[in-house]
């Protein structure tokens, strides 16, 4: 096992959240007329209860959506077992006859038991007293927690009302962004938070988010024991409710977890000399939860089966065909979740890509099962048609047996036959629908581009984007698979989850313990691959997989104009900004000479014939494929185009949007107020329209910048997949050596970087990175497509090299994984470089960053 060499790290001197003995304390101080909030300890629960309370719609709605759920707990215990024990189905399938005159019908009462023979049932059946008193218990700890909430919930509203100046009744027309600018506002008046003069805008979503932030960055970095490859069926993910409530159970919160608290990691996690006892502490207690989660999973399985009994029939009923819609998969959520975005920003994200992914799944329907699906309709339709006919003749066939059964099945017959036959009039175009996807999702695999049209990415991209009725299965199934998975899986990788949180938390004055990846540092998490290169000191194990720093570092500018970032975060914002500024005005030079690759993205296909690729044929055709793909997806970009320019001029939306990054801001940073800002003047539904263009303005911008940084990092590493999520090692599976990348690396014996046999840690020496590959590396964008109109030899800062020697013949050179530079077909020596051998703590001096 690798050793670790890292300490627990901290940004400027350590602090405590809150003085000894008074957690969990809300301070509310009257003076005078005046109410004035001081001094909040709890911050993170304070925040998440404010932002509750908003996407609540206030606290009437909140309180009895609360309420509703503890009857609906009554209903569906009581009714389950009212129907089993209480009921007597003799009667009511007419296999037993009642005590009536021949003109009196059966009514649903005579198939009731007495009370005492319903009383006697319940009592004698050992099972359902077991059940009854479980779920007593769980319901008595539901109402507990519900009072405790009204309580506490009641402290939010009059926070809204006497501090942020909002009533409930304004609250569902008012943005979040609005709400947290007056947060911001307060804290220099009030001090909620007495470690900061000034709140940001990243504080709170750090105290939100806290939790979220570590999980996103475990699936990252491929941590979580969620990817598993079955005999029979390949590669597969699960990743349910129940599994994760386990995963925060075991990390953040239950008993014995890491954190001592909401916002403090444990001392002893902090530090690497005793990472062995700990790992081992960490393993004995998922082995406990894991053997709790086998005892209690009879009755989770039936409490499941009958939650989905009762959710899910009459939706099935109603709409046969809905457990043929797919939605986006908790796996795929979390994968594509930003770090610091919120749940309904992340909603909103992947809510405007399901079309375009629904259309790209259906794209891939089996021409066999088309024809075989369009005979089973027709002949199916036919008996339906048959017994519909006879029903309206004479409503006496309906008493016929089974007839109605039969016309309930025959219709469901025909639904699900039509859902495998496609609409006429669809298009095959994948490749077109995956950019316009990738422009709302923002992340996706490599590989995944220009093979859209293969089964393979097909089914990848059904783990993130699954059937209604695969995750109902999976919900059902959780109670049996989660406790194998943590005795088997998550348990052997307790000692690279001690060294995760060790390794990737800091300690921030007036926040707390937070994952380092959330700091959305270039310098210490960017990746070179996604314009971070000369910018980042990340090892292999620290960079963040996907450009998933850079990426939600643009979000989160983007989101929140108003916030300051640090003076390297701020020049890596303004200059990718700068370079899609300064390519949206190429807009307007002559469509015959696209000068960057904005210009392509927005002008379309029509003027590759002007670019001039030289002698590499395919070269061309891939870029072409590219700039085509990004024309289509901005095209696509509806919401914002319809919305903003209703004449159709689908050209002055693409130049407002691209002057958006620069404009909005200036004219925010002014009028100190937010974008999304509704304006007091204005009406509710003045102010709502204005907040929808103005977030459709910010969501098509960052749908730009996404696609901008895609287009980049595919030129700049085109053919270089082995570093990606999906062709990493399995998170299911534990490798016992480095691999031979790392290993091969001289300059990581004198880096003071974490290692770890599942995240390697290595760099490559700016002495074995080419003067030619500095270069390429550092060219703007707007040179890299000065240089493709210029010359007849494309130039890619990313993995390949093309060189051009006398009699025209081009030798490519790849780029060893590590900095090295070998020609194609030549396997690169590897050195095994040996492990250092454990140490104590003393002899590990602590490695602390500050951050002015």
């Given amino acids: 096992m690798a050793h670790f060499d890292t300490e627990y790290q901290r940004l400027e001197a350590s602090y405590s959240d809150s003085p000894p003995g008074e957690e969990n304390l809300l301070m509310h101080v009257a003076e005078g007329a005046k109410s004035h909030w001081h001094h909040i300890e709890n911050l993170d629960l304070f925040f998440q209860r404010v932002y509750k309370l908003h996407q609540k719609n206030g606290f009437t709605c909140m309180l009895l959506g609360e309420i509703f759920e503890l009857v609906q707990l009554l209903f569906v215990v009581g009714f389950t077992v009212f129907l089993a024990n209480c009921v007597d189905y003799d009667i009511l399938f007419a296999n037993k006859f009642v005590n009536h005159n021949d003109s009196s019908k059966v009514t649903l009462p005579d198939a009731f038991l007495p009370v005492h023979v319903c009383r006697d049932r319940i009592l004698d059946n050992g099972f359902v007293m077991f059940v009854l008193i479980i779920s007593g218990v769980f319901w008595l700890h539901r109402l507990v927690k519900f009072i405790y909430n009204v309580c506490c919930y009641w402290e939010i509203r009059s926070f809204y009302i006497h501090a942020l100046k909002m009533t409930m009744s304004e609250l569902p027309y008012a943005t979040w962004q609005e709400v947290q600018a007056r947060i911001v506002e307060i804290q220099k008046e009030h001090q909620i938070c007495i470690h900061k003069k000034e709140l940001t805008e990243l504080d709170i979503y750090h105290r939100i988010l806290r939790f979220k932030n570590y999980m996103v960055a475990m699936v990252n970095k491929s941590l979580l024991p969620v990817k598993f490859r079955l005999p029979f069926h390949g590669d597969c993910v699960f990743y349910t409710r129940g599994l994760k409530y386990n995963f925060e159970l075991i990390f953040f919160w239950g008993p014995g977890s890491l954190f001592e608290n909401e916002w403090s990691l444990k001392p002893e996690y902090k530090r690497g000399g005793n990472r062995l006892e700990l790992a081992d502490r960490l393993a004995s207690r998922i082995l406990w939860i894991g053997i709790a989660n086998l005892l209690l999973c009879p009755v989770i399985l039936v409490w499941q089966i009958l939650y989905a009994f009762f959710s899910y029939t009459e939706l099935i009923k109603r709409e046969p065909g809905s457990l043929g819609v797919r939605c986006w998969s908790l796996y795929g959520r979390c994968y594509l979740r930003h770090f610091n975005e919120l749940d309904h920003e992340l909603m909103s994200r992947l809510s405007k890509g399901y079309k375009a992914a629904s259309k790209y799944m259906n794209c891939f329907l089996s021409p066999l099962l088309t024809v075989v699906a369009k005979n089973v309709a027709f002949f199916v339709g036919s008996l339906l048609a048959v017994l519909i006919a006879l029903t309206i003749y004479d409503e006496d066939v309906l008493k016929v047996e089974h007839v109605l059964s039969s016309i309930t099945l025959l219709g469901v017959c025909i639904t699900v036959c039509g859902s495998f036959i496609p609409d006429k009039h669809m298009v095959f175009c994948p490749e077109q629908l995956l950019r316009v996807i990738l422009a709302h999702i923002h992340y996706m695999p490599d590989h995944w581009q220009g093979n859209a049209h293969r089964y393979e990415t097909r089914d990848q991209f059904s783990q993130l984007f699954q059937y209604k009725a695969v995750f109902i299965l999976e919900e059902l199934l959780s109670p049996v698979v989660t406790p194998i998975i943590l005795i088997f899986c998550l348990r052997r990788k307790s000692q690279e989850i001690i060294d995760f949180f060790r390794n990737f938390t800091v300690e921030v004055v007036g926040v ?153 801001s200036r004219q925010m940073a002014g009028s100190g107020t937010d974008a999304r800002t509704v304006s007091s003047g204005s009406s509710a539904w003045e102010g709502q329209f204005t907040s929808l263009v103005l977030s459709e303005y910010a969501s098509t911008e960052m749908s730009i910048h996404a696609l901008y940084m895609h287009e980049l990092h595919k030129q700049q590493s085109r053919g270089d997949l082995s570093r990606h999520t999906w062709h990493r090692q399995e998170s299911d599976e534990s490798s016992d050596s480095v691999p031979d990348e790392v290993r091969s690396d001289p300059s990581s014996h004198s880096r003071n970087f974490p290692r770890s046999h599942t995240f390697p840690t290595s760099a490559p020496s700016p002495s074995a990175i080419p003067t030619s590959a500095s270069a390429n590396s550092s060219r703007t964008l707007g040179q890299e497509g000065a240089l493709l109109q210029r010359s007849s030899q494309p130039h890619y800062s990313g993995t390949t090299t093309d060189t051009l020697i006398a009699g025209g013949k081009v030798v490519r050179s790849a780029r060893v994984p590590m900095g090295g530079w070998a020609e194609d077909g030549q396997a690169a020596s590897r050195h095994h470089e040996p492990l250092p051998e454990e140490s104590s703590e003393d002899e590990m001096p602590p490695n602390i960053h500050k951050v002015t």
Avoid at 521 to 547: F, L
Avoid at 618 to 632: K, P, R, T, V
């Fill in 512 to 664: 707390g313990d937070t994952c380092s990846f959330a700091q959305m540092d270039i310098r210490q998490h960017g990746h070179p691959a996604w314009m971070s290169a000369g910018k980042t000191e990340a090892s292999i194990y620290q960079q963040a997989e996907d450009g998933k720093t850079e990426l939600s570092l643009m979000h989160f500018a983007i989101t929140n104009p108003q916030w300051q970032p640090p003076q390297e975060t701020t020049h890596f914002i303004s200059q990718l900004k700068e370079r899609v500024h300064r390519d949206s005005h190429a807009l307007s030079l002559s469509e015959s000479e696209p000068r960057s690759l904005i210009a392509n993205l927005l002008t379309g296909p029509s003027t590759l014939a002007s670019v001039h690729f030289g002698r590499d044929s395919s070269l061309a055709n891939h870029a072409a494929a590219g700039i085509s793909d990004g024309a289509s997806a901005l095209r696509s970009l509806s919401p914002v185009s319809t919305s903003l320019d209703l004449r159709g001029s689908l050209s002055a939306a693409h130049r407002a949007v691209g002057h958006s990054s620069v404009m909005s």
